[in-house]
C-alpha cells in the first residue's frame, strides 16, 4: 500500500483551515497545517508534503517570500505549491511567488478538490 499523501497548509485563519482539513482528509490525505510562513523550510522538513497550499497574507514574511525560499530550495522546489488569496491580482501573485497554479478565496470546495486532485495523484 502506498503511503498516505500528505497536505500542508500555511494559513492563518484557523476557520478556513478547519474547512480546507475537513475536505482534504475526507479525499484520504494526511494534513498538516502551519499558521506562520517564515519557518517553511524546517515545517516542510518534518512533515514532506506532497503538496502545499499558501495564504498570501499569511505572518511574518507572506506567502510570496516563503513560496521563493521553498522554490529556491533544491530539495523542495519539485513540491507543487498552490496559492491561495483572495487578492484579485491573485495570477500575478502567484506568478511573482513561482508558485504551479492557485486558486480564489472564497473558493468553491469542489474547485478546491479538483486542483487538489491534480497535483496530488
Known amino acids: 500500500m502506498s503511503k498516505t499523501k500528505t497536505v500542508l497548509i500555511f494559513d492563518?485563519?484557523?476557520i478556513i483551515l478547519e474547512v480546507i482539513t475537513v475536505v482534504l482528509m475526507d479525499l484520504g490525505l494526511n494534513v498538516?497545517?502551519?499558521?506562520?510562513?517564515?519557518?517553511?523550510?524546517?515545517?516542510?522538513?518534518?512533515s514532506k508534503p506532497d503538496l502545499i497550499l499558501m495564504d498570501?497574507?499569511?505572518p511574518n514574511i507572506g506567502g510570496?517570500?516563503?513560496?521563493?525560499?521553498?522554490?529556491a530550495?533544491?530539495?523542495?522546489?519539485?513540491?507543487?505549491?498552490?496559492?491561495v488569496s483572495a487578492n484579485n491580482d491573485i495570477q500575478s501573485l502567484a506568478d511573482r511567488a513561482g508558485a504551479d497554479d492557485f486558486l480564489s478565496?472564497?473558493?468553491?470546495?469542489?474547485?478546491?478538490e479538483?486542483?487538489?486532485?491534480?497535483?496530488?495523484?
Do not use: G
Open 64 to 71: 510570496v517570500e516563503a513560496t521563493r525560499l521553498l522554490k
Open 73 to 83: 530550495d533544491a530539495r523542495f522546489n519539485h513540491i507543487p505549491v498552490i496559492y
Open 56 to 58: 498570501n497574507w499569511i
Open 105 to 112: 478565496k472564497p473558493f468553491d470546495l469542489e474547485d478546491l
Open 32 to 46: 498538516e497545517v502551519s499558521e506562520t510562513s517564515h519557518d517553511i523550510i524546517p515545517r516542510v522538513e518534518s
Open 114 to 121: 479538483n486542483i487538489v486532485n491534480k497535483y496530488i495523484t
Open 12 to 14: 492563518d485563519d484557523t
